[in-house]
């Protein structure tokens, strides 16, 4: 079964993360995947809207530490490399013309709560979790501080960033993470349906209130991904995300 599945619900398309086993952390091939299968969808003149969702019972853990633990401190262009792939996929979402839905059921946390983040609108079910614990895998948050910050302001954003901690359904939804808070088990249905109305309005109007968004944002979103491959790249040479995300991975192998 791949690891990224796409469905189509008339002029709604389903992007679901499908490693359940995973809690949905996600790989570089999968990002690459996605951005494959949002490019496929821009050209699609026949999808009005994207839902992005999570198969069994989660929405994305965020990166799969398995694959980062064992980078090279001295290899600098290895971390560099790694913002790249995560600026690629972040650039694919915010440049859909098509309005688009996160369904978040579960953990949503580190990247992958970026990545609902970044969805137009979120809808959660009360099995939502949310979150950017980062820092607890010695991992810095430089652009989950720019996605948090329009929407949980500098309070906030620091508070997430550096306690690492997550919150539920509820508080997401008073915080304005979640724009729909719904019954458990429900979001990808409602995401849908929310998905199904918002494909029937005027799709010029839609395209240039996204395109003026996008540049309001642009220059913010730039430089944070600037400052994130200096960030990650100091970080990952001092050997500490290294360290921490093995101690992690040992410790869940022992439960």
Not at 208 to 235: C, P
Request: aromatic residues 6%; proline residues 3%; negative net charge.
């Amino acid at each position: 079964m791949p690891d990224v599945l796409l469905e189509r619900d008339g002029e709604v398309a389903v992007v679901t993360l499908n490693r359940p086993e995973k809690l949905n952390a996600w790989t570089a091939d999968m990002r690459s995947r996605i951005i494959e299968i949002l490019a496929g969808l821009t050209r699609d003149e026949s999808c009005r809207a994207i839902v992005f969702t999570g198969s069994g019972g989660a929405f994305c853990a965020g990166q799969d530490l398995a694959e980062t633990a064992t980078t090279d401190p001295d290899d600098h262009e290895a971390a560099e490399a790694w913002i790249d792939g995560f600026e690629d996929l972040y650039r694919a979402v915010r440049e859909l013309d098509q309005v688009t839905i996160a369904a978040v059921d579960g953990v949503a946390a580190g990247s992958g709560f970026q990545f609902a983040a970044l969805a137009d609108l979120r809808v959660g079910g009360a099995s939502a979790r949310m979150g950017q614990p980062e820092v607890h895998s010695g991992i810095p948050s430089v652009t989950g501080l720019w996605v948090m910050w329009g929407l949980l302001g500098r309070g906030k954003t620091t508070e997430f960033a550096l306690t690492g901690e997550l919150v539920d359904a509820d508080e997401a939804y008073r915080l304005g993470l979640l724009n729909r808070l719904v019954e458990p088990g429900r979001a990808l249905e409602q995401a849908i349906a929310l998905a199904h109305r918002m494909s029937r309005l005027p799709s010029g109007a839609v395209r240039l209130t996204k395109s003026r968004i996008r540049e309001i944002e642009e220059a913010d979103f730039t430089e944070a991904f600037a400052s994130a491959k200096e960030v990650h790249r100091e970080a990952y040479a001092t050997g500490e995300p290294q360290r921490e995300m093995a101690r992690f991975l040992e410790k869940r192998r022992s439960r």
